[in-house]
């Protein structure tokens, strides 16, 4: 079992920035590829970004590619999200998750086995 615990969300104006933390208890904590979702109200949770055990490998939806980076301390258990140039539609309640899958980058939510309670991120204009 892995514990996700979200944290560093908050509300900033468009164009700041923000870096979104995720601290993971239990077991075996490099052998999960990790991801961040967001969920905006009305809308689908969607997949943001993942990365490989190993950190060799990302993805990136389309929306965020150049503005946002994965990364992941396998030693301290955490994965982290650095949001640049942020824009009033990356609003969104963003979570964690962590993936038991084969894949290497796991984009699809069903890929997931392990969520956290979501951090809240509010972009103004």
């Known amino acids: 079992q892995v514990q996700l615990v979200e944290s560093g969300g908050g509300l900033v104006q468009a164009g700041g920035s923000l870096r979104l933390s995720c601290a993971a208890s239990?077991?075996?904590?490099?052998?999960?590829?990790m991801g961040w979702f967001r969920q905006a109200p009305g809308k689908e949770r969607e997949a943001v970004a993942a990365?490989?055990?190993?950190?060799?490998?990302?993805y990136y939806v389309d929306s965020v590619k150049g503005r946002f980076t994965i990364s992941r301390d396998n030693d301290k258990k955490t994965v982290f999200l650095q949001m640049n140039s942020l824009k009033p539609e990356d609003t969104a309640v963003y979570y964690c998750?962590?993936?038991?899958?084969?894949?290497?980058?796991?984009?699809?939510?069903?890929?997931?086995?392990?969520w956290g309670q979501g951090t809240q991120v509010t972009v103004s204009s």
């Open positions: 998750a962590a993936s038991a899958s084969s894949a290497v980058v796991p984009a699809s939510r069903g890929a997931y086995d392990y």
């Open positions: 239990g077991r075996s904590f490099s052998r999960y590829a």
């Open positions: 990365i490989s055990r190993s950190s060799s490998s990302t």
